[in-house]
């Protein structure tokens, strides 16, 4: 059957295939809710016949996963290939491409059903996970206590804090400019005089560690001149025509990025990916670096009078630099887009240190799951976003321990700011004890991650896709953590009650109250607590 063939009203095995189209309208039914692939606005779904909003997803990824995909709770589905433009207005949603074609149809009757039906035929899993001690251990990212001034001296006394504050070894991340330069991915021997000892004391330590890198290369420098005279860096186009990349004046593009304006390596030509490659290696042999966080991916860089080798749209370099992540099962991303099923951590996009970013960790977190993405770490622990601890910033002690009690039953956990440091020693004492609860479960969860590679299942749920057709659509504070465990932090300044929803049947609290499902109940939530329900069987 040829690919471009209109379908229309097909029932094939439970599957009703509506059309592909390059234009699409769809009537929101009564009681009907959607989600849309866009993890950073993931706290604004569902949408529903009220909603009035639109997203454009062709060169924006909004600093996150994207997926061109559209999930209803009455089974309905929206995909394509290719970025989509959709809309809700008046109880409508309009759906259109640039190019391309449009999927759509109904799989089964609610968002379970459909969720799996698009899992398994455009994003299925392919068998592997990242590295096991992402799952099963914290996560530690230097970027709040050092910032731009990473150094060997710091992050050795950084890590040796860790152990002493009583914190097992996991993952220490270095974040930006430890490097000589960008494009230059060499220790910077100003602040590095041992680097191959600094790892070595790393790895004796416990530690896996990963080095922050990026796809920029900083203009006017050596490797800047030695990659443009080889055409490896994505060009500026001719403005007054259309021209192919062997017609252009190999004129390297300067990139306004958040770190300045730089020229950016051309990972759609593979000559450009295997020389990124060589000096990601180099670092593994040299080293011993065991992975690397990939950062500023994002499409919207690219969505400016540029060209490159074979890129056809501005989404396309996301995916390349993606793709060079797959060789290292030790990494992490930002950035993403059509790369669920595959073995990649994908992080939440940077939060402030405000309760308004925090109650968006766990909606944010639940939309990459509806999209597909199975291996997730919410923002680092107290906000990601480093300008909200500069320049004197007050650090909110209550909300550095629940934004831990969030992460804690996650897939992942990850502490940048040190609680020892900012916390009273009752409050350090909570985090640390929500590190041990993540480890306790770590074997667990990363049994969840080796089945979620099998079948697309993600670790963690909204309530609406473990348990629906119950009316849990608009659910937001609570989780559940596979199938069988409730997860409900508190996400709101000075909340000591909460209300939590059970399903049907009978659920053990973790502080051994057991409770009949089926209803709402009230707990109380000190400080201390983070309260996770266990399904009796």
């Not at 592909?20 to 606005?41: D, F, H, M, R, T």
Request: glycine share 8%.
């Amino acid at each position: 059957m040829k690919k471009n063939f209109i379908i229309l009203f097909v029932l094939l095995q439970g599957l009703t295939v509506f059309g592909q189209n390059k234009n699409l309208e769809i009537v929101i039914n009564p009681g009907e809710y959607w989600w849309a692939g866009i993890s950073s606005l993931g706290h604004q779904t569902p949408y529903d016949a009220t909603t009035v909003f639109s997203f454009d997803m062709w060169g924006d990824n909004k600093g996150n996963q994207a997926q061109p995909l559209l999930l209803s709770s009455k089974g309905r589905y929206v995909w394509s290939e290719q970025p989509i433009k959709y809309e809700f207005n008046n109880g409508k949603i309009t759906v259109t491409v640039r190019d391309g074609e449009i999927l759509n149809g109904s799989a089964g009757t609610n968002l379970r059903t459909a969720f799996e039906h698009v899992a398994k035929n455009f994003f299925p899993s392919n068998g592997k996970i990242p590295d096991p001690l992402l799952f099963t251990h914290p996560q530690y990212n230097t970027w709040i206590e050092l910032m731009y001034n990473q150094n060997e001296v710091d992050i050795l006394k950084y890590a040796q804090s860790i152990l002493d504050k009583g914190y097992s070894p996991g993952v220490l991340m270095i974040d930006d400019n430890w490097q000589e330069n960008y494009g230059i991915w060499e220790f910077s021997p100003r602040r590095f005089k041992d680097p191959k000892g600094m790892m070595q004391k790393l790895h004796a330590m416990g530690f896996k560690v990963m080095l922050w890198i990026c796809p920029f290369v900083s203009a006017d420098s050596e490797i800047f001149r030695a990659l443009q005279k080889q055409r490896l860096l994505i060009l500026d186009k001719d403005k007054t025509q259309e021209v192919l990349w062997a017609d252009t004046k190999n004129k390297a593009a300067i990139i306004r990025w958040w770190n300045g304006a730089s020229a950016c390596i051309d990972l759609s030509n593979p000559k450009a990916q295997q020389w990124f490659k060589d000096r990601l290696d180099h670092l593994v042999n040299e080293y011993g670096v065991d992975g690397f966080k990939f950062d500023a991916g994002d499409a919207r860089f690219y969505t400016d009078d540029v060209i490159s080798y074979n890129a056809k749209i501005p989404n396309d370099h996301t995916n390349y630099f993606a793709e060079l992540g797959l060789s290292y099962p030790l990494n992490e991303y930002r950035a993403a887009w059509k790369m669920a099923g595959l073995p990649l951590a994908q992080r939440l996009r940077d939060k402030t240190h405000k309760w308004t970013d925090l109650i968006k960790l766990i909606p944010d977190q639940m939309s990459q799951s509806v999209m597909g993405y199975a291996y997730t770490c919410p923002d680092m622990i107290g906000g990601g976003e480093y300008q909200s601890f500069l320049n004197g910033a007050v650090i909110d002690e209550e909300l550095v321990v629940r934004s831990t009690q969030v992460h804690a039953l996650m897939p992942m956990m990850q502490f940048s700011v040190a609680p020892w440091r900012v916390l009273s020693n009752k409050n350090a004492a909570i985090c640390l004890k929500m590190s041990k609860l993540h480890e306790e479960f770590g074997a667990h969860i990363l049994d969840l991650a080796k089945a979620a590679s099998k079948t697309g299942e993600p670790i963690v749920k909204p309530m609406e896709l473990a348990f629906p057709g119950y009316g849990y659509e608009k659910i937001k504070d609570q989780f559940v953590l596979g199938n069988d465990i409730i997860v409900a932090p508190v996400v709101e300044k000075s909340v000591r009650s909460r209300k939590v929803v059970l399903p049907i049947g009978k659920w053990q609290a973790e502080d051994g109250v057991k409770y009949e499902g089926g209803k709402t109940i009230e707990i109380s939530v000190p400080l201390e607590r983070l309260p996770y329900f266990r399904k009796v069987k």
